[in-house]
């Protein structure tokens, strides 16, 4: 029987809850990785995956730019007045800043001061709280039902309390598609 402790990997990359989640996003970036233990204290708190920076970004607005003041002389008046209600309430609030409408993929290619989310914010913040977990000792086909069932992309593996590893799916597919397990 193939268990856990046969597909896991044990030399796993941790971030800590403090780190930003700029430099979160880099490491998991240049360590080719979705996501990572936070650790605290010696303890596993949580997971810190891309898609929760992702979600973190997207939600979280940045301080927008505020255009320059128009002087009273320079406003145009239209010609016809719009019907009130037309236009969305917002669009008075969003056409005062020149990033309005800025998308997440944007705000990840050119951060700047204003919509640096990422570096203001730490992995405490976006991180998923809470620990997915089996044993070393934990067959495989019970590890890959308590990642389906749970619709989640890996399990860390704890042994006596301790992070002894990690299992993604990743790992399962290539333990199949190298015939390892049938």
């Known amino acids: 029987m193939v268990t856990v402790g046969d597909l896991m990997s044990s030399d796993v990359v941790t971030v800590s809850p403090e ?32 898609s929760d920076a992702l979600a973190f970004d997207t939600v979280t607005p940045g301080v927008p730019a505020e255009r ?39 705000r990840f290619q050119n951060p700047n001061p204003e919509w640096d989310v990422l570096q203001e914010h730490t992995v405490s913040e976006a991180m998923t709280p809470g620990v997915y977990s ?34 993604t799916t990743t790992d399962i597919v290539r333990a199949v598609a190298e015939r390892r397990v049938a």
């Open 68 to 106: 320059p003041e128009q002087l009273d002389d320079e406003l145009e008046v239209p010609a016809d007045w719009e019907v009130e209600g037309s236009e969305p309430a917002a669009d008075y609030f969003t056409d005062m800043w020149v990033d309005a409408g800025a998308d997440v993929a944007e």
């Open 134 to 167: 089996v044993t070393p000792s934990t067959s495989l086909a019970e590890a890959a039902a308590y990642l389906l069932d749970r619709k989640i992309h890996r399990a860390l593996v704890l042994e006596s309390g301790e992070l002894a590893g990690i299992l």
């Open 19 to 50: 780190l930003t989640l700029r430099d979160a996003v880099e490491l998991l970036s240049s360590q080719h990785i979705g996501a990572a233990p936070v650790v605290a204290n010696g303890r596993v708190v949580g997971v810190f995956s891309m």
